[in-house]
């Protein structure tokens, strides 16, 4: 485990670099706004279902990181993370698109609120002893809502199904349509059973953040 952290902290350095050599590319929330049509299908209806190849809610996107959205977006691009329709989704969008729509989502639920530095709700025996085997809150903060580097994630309050669904991706070996290909996520999840991990998505997902679905106007 400690090497497992070692190498986490090296790839997040090497993120952070990435970003930096980044910086005069700046996204356009406007430009994102006007570019989301393809998104708000799935991700501008609260509680919609994604159906492959389980039923689960897909991700809250408003007030998630902007590095981390690009990040996902390129690695969908890539076929890093393997699912066909956000593959055909990412295939044709340019850098400048990728990070327009990060700075989109990434202000669209407004200011983001001041959260304590632990989590609001304490895990159980059970849970705890999980978070302590696979270290969550070394990347991804005590409160799963300040990661360490700017391409990883917010977790708290995301829906519990998409994190058990995301968990699993990195646990899935082999399947040209669906896996996620991170190499420290894939050793962590490598020791956990299924049920270590619903255990940990559902207290995550239970916990407050400033993660959101906007529902779009045509929605409501």
Known sequence: MNKLLTAALALSVACVTTVALAQDLKGDAAAGKAKASMCIGCHGIPEYKASFPEVYEVPKLAGQGAGYIEAALHEYKK?????????????????????????????????????????????GPKVAAILAKANCAACHGANFSTPIAP????????????????????KTKGNPNFGRGNPIMGGMVATLSDADLKALADYIGSLDGNLKTVAESRFQ
């Open 79 to 123: 076929g890093e993370r393997r699912f066909p329709t956000m593959r055909a989704i990412a295939a044709p969008l340019t850098d400048q698109d990728i990070a327009d729509l990060a700075a989109y989502y990434s202000t669209q639920a407004g200011p983001a609120q001041k959260l304590p530095p632990k989590p609001n709700i304490e895990p």
């Open 151 to 170: 391409t990883y994630p917010e977790l708290a309050g995301q829906h519990a199904s998409y994190l058990l669904a995301a968990l699993r991706q990195y």
